[in-house]
Nanobody, 118 residues
Framework: QVQLVESGGGLVQAGGSLRLSCAASRSIFSINAMGWYRQAPGKQRELVALITSSGSTNYGDSVKGRFTISRDNAKKTVYLQMNRLKPEDTANYYC????????????WGQGTQVTVSS
């Protein structure tokens, strides 16, 4: 089991930057994958970025080239650096961890709000 706590959200003007952090309650070294998802009002939750235990990354099309996901195993933390933010990036951002071998388990943080003003 793992608990996830997000931080770093807030209000920023379009074109600005924010860095989100996701702190895990246990070592993330062996966690299969950790990622960021977002959900805007009236919309489905969507993948923003994902990083595997081997360091491979995957990004949603709308954030490619602007957002960067990284992990610090020593600090048990995953980061999402968000640059050139747009109003359409406004959403609640959730941290996710996938754990397991034969059976996979999903864990979610409570979310952090990001609001981008135009």
């Amino acid at each position: 089991q793992v608990q996830l706590v997000e931080s770093g959200g807030g209000l920023v003007q379009a074109g600005g930057s924010l860095r989100l952090s996701c702190a895990a309650s246990r070592s993330i070294f062996s966690i299969n994958a950790m990622g960021w998802y977002r959900q805007a009002p009236g919309k489905q939750r969507e993948l923003v970025a994902l990083i595997t235990s081997s360091g491979s990354t995957n990004y949603g099309d709308s954030v490619k080239g602007r957002f960067t996901i990284s992990r610090d195993n020593a600090k048990k933390t995953v980061y999402l650096q968000m640059n050139r933010l747009k109003p359409e990036d406004t959403a609640n951002y959730y941290c996710n961890a996938v754990v397991g071998t034969t059976t996979l388990y999903d864990y979610w943080g409570q979310g952090t709000q990001v609001t981008v003003s135009s």
